[in-house]
């Protein structure tokens, strides 16, 4: 429905390794918005420019589906996004449920074709499927702009230990004469409070 929703939704996103990430949910995109409505939409949209991970997700049951996607396109443009510069945009192609066996088979003969830059996923918000498969790139793309450190870390300071797994993405823990050895991944806002509180070094070093 037209405006059913202006505010957009934030929820924690629980990633395949431990890791966690801020899904923001956006109002959707609506074509033909009047002139003095504009503004305020795209206000709720500045989210999107602070993104690490752009999903663009569509409805691609939907007759309108290329069309809606350039309208979308166009009001990124207009907010300084190239959606053609790939890196920060995954496309999402949902309601594949709602598709026959013919046109869930072609449109995955489409994705696979796509360059690299610019995959596309497959899945079912209903059924679940394909979101195992998009949590994984969406962690792989966070990846590419962290650090992984390594450290080890005494047993018995539990407040330390906790702040790691609240703000780190544990990749490994074994314990050791009393001690953890750890490797964890980090942003890098992060970064230098991992190297300064617990001595880390970069990992493999």
Avoid: Y
């Avoid at 629980?14 to 956006?26: C, E, Y």
């Avoid at 450190?149 to 906790?162: E, H, V």
């Amino acid at each position: 429905m037209l405006f059913a929703t202006l505010d957009p939704t934030l929820r924690a996103l629980h990633l395949p390794h431990g890791g966690k990430a801020m899904l923001s949910d956006t109002v959707g995109f609506i074509s033909n918005l009047p002139t003095q409505l504009v503004a305020a939409f795209r206000a709720t949209l500045e989210e999107v420019l602070e993104a690490d991970v752009i999903l663009h997700v569509r409805d691609i049951s939907h007759e309108d589906a290329d069309p809606q996607q350039r309208d979308v396109d166009a009001v990124l443009r207009q907010l300084g996004i190239d959606p053609e510069a790939g890196g920060r945009i995954l496309e999402v192609w949902n309601k594949i449920d709602r598709l026959s066996p013919e046109e869930r088979a072609n449109f995955r003969k489409i994705a696979a074709r796509r360059p690299p830059e610019h995959p596309c996923f497959l899945v079912s918000a209903a059924s679940g499927e394909g979101i195992d498969t998009l949590l994984t790139a969406i962690e792989d793309r966070l990846a590419s702009s962290r650090t992984t450190l390594a450290l080890s870390i005494d047993a018995s300071d539990g407040a330390g230990i906790s702040w790691l797994h609240r703000n780190a993405e544990v990749l490994d823990k074994k314990l050791h004469d009393g001690r953890f050895d750890m490797t964890v991944r980090v942003d890098e806002t992060k970064r230098d409070i991992v190297v300064n509180r617990f001595d880390a070094v970069p990992h493999g070093m």
